[in-house]
């Protein structure tokens, strides 16, 4: 018997501090570089996005990764890459944690476009805004220390 699944995430974390620092002539080169790490880990990315304080990353997560490796492979070696490459020189870190959220796959095609326009979406909702109605919609208890 094979192992057989289906793990939808959507994957968010932003800046340490939420430095405004993904600047947009160099965001496309983290997202083919994070890109490279999820095809490493054989996790299928689907869309991968952000603005300058956070990104929002779409994949399949394979059976054999467990999320929080995931996402500390991808926030460890983005941030070393990021610093070797200087293409965000105001990047300092990653902030500590993340948020994720699984999804049905006929959510996909809808929660692919959302992460498509974030550019159009943050011209009215701040990151924090956009954050906690993400929380308030997957039923996640969260303390506002935490967001501040």
């Known amino acids: ?7 939808l995430y959507q994957i968010v974390f932003s800046t340490k501090d939420r430095t405004k620092c993904l600047k947009k002539g160099n965001r ?8 490279g790490i999820c095809n490493n880990k ?3 990315l689907y869309r991968i996005n952000g603005v300058e304080d956070h990104i929002h990353i779409i994949t399949h997560l394979h059976p054999s ?6 996402v500390k492979d991808i926030k ?5 890459w990021i610093k070797q490459e200087k ?13 994720a959220f699984t999804y049905s796959l006929d959510a996909k095609d809808d929660l692919i476009e959302y992460v498509k326009n974030q550019e159009r979406h943050h011209q009215q909702k ?3 805004v956009e954050l906690k109605q993400l929380l308030r919609e997957h039923n996640i ?3 506002e220390k935490y967001l501040q």
């Open 65 to 70: 990764v467990a999320l929080s490796d995931l």
């Open 141 to 143: 208890e969260y303390d």
């Open 42 to 44: 054989n996790c299928h």
């Open 126 to 128: 701040s990151y924090i």
């Open 1 to 7: 018997m094979s192992t057989y699944t289906q793990i």
């Open 28 to 35: 496309e080169q983290l997202f083919k570089y994070i890109w």
């Open 76 to 80: 460890t070696s983005s941030s070393t």
């Open 87 to 99: 293409i965000f020189p105001t990047f300092d870190y990653w902030q500590i944690g993340y948020a």
